[in-house]
């Protein structure tokens, strides 16, 4: 009697399990792709599209609808176009690329019922914080084309793990 039990059980975690894998592996949202505006870098509005393509082209690839937002000059202003969108996300960023450096993206996932960040990520040189340590290029050097598909890769999984849309603290802070 004991062993069909424990058998029962077993089968119910594993359906558990496959259960809110399936559901967080399909939000049912539609991403809203914003704007990226450089950080203590110039301007390079080619940069900034090919980030937003990448994005748009990874989050398609994975089944997620997602498309580029139009003209805004607000955050605020781009929710409230949104809100009544029932699972909405609405993804802005920033982009820093200075000479002889590795570009740096970093994302705010918001949620437009609330108008508040629940998430965000940053894709970033990890070396950047070695001062007066030399390593050679070839050890620390990625091309942006890397570094942005490292970024829409990762933002992809982030939206996912959080179809939810719950504020995720431990990322903003």
């Given at each position: 009697m004991r062993e069909i039990i424990k058998k029962c059980l077993y089968v119910a975690i594993?359906?558990?399990?496959?259960?809110?894998?399936?559901?967080q592996s399909s939000p049912k949202s539609r991403v809203y792709i914003g704007n990226f505006?450089?950080?203590?870098s110039s301007a390079d509005n080619a940069l900034a599209e090919k980030i937003s393509d990448e994005v748009i082209k990874n989050f398609k690839?994975?089944?997620?609808?997602?498309?580029?937002?139009?003209?805004?000059?607000?955050?605020?202003?781009?929710l409230a176009?949104?809100?009544?969108?029932?699972?909405?996300?609405?993804?802005s960023g920033y982009y820093k690329k200075n000479k002889d450096e590795n570009l740096e993206i970093f994302a705010q996932v918001y949620n437009p019922e609330s108008g508040f960040v629940i998430d965000a990520l940053n894709v970033t040189e990890e070396v950047s914080g070695l001062t007066g340590i030399k390593l050679p290029d070839e050890e620390t050097k990625e091309t942006d084309n890397l570094v942005i598909s490292k970024f829409?890769?990762?933002?992809?999984?982030?939206m996912k793990i959080n179809s939810a849309r719950k504020e995720r603290s431990e990322n903003i802070n």
């Open positions: 594993y359906i558990f399990i496959l259960n809110s894998l399936y559901s505006q450089p950080y203590k690839s994975k089944g997620i609808e997602a498309k580029k937002f139009g003209q805004y000059s607000s955050v605020p202003e781009a176009k949104i809100k009544t969108e029932e699972g909405a996300i609405f993804l829409a890769t990762k933002i992809v999984i982030l």
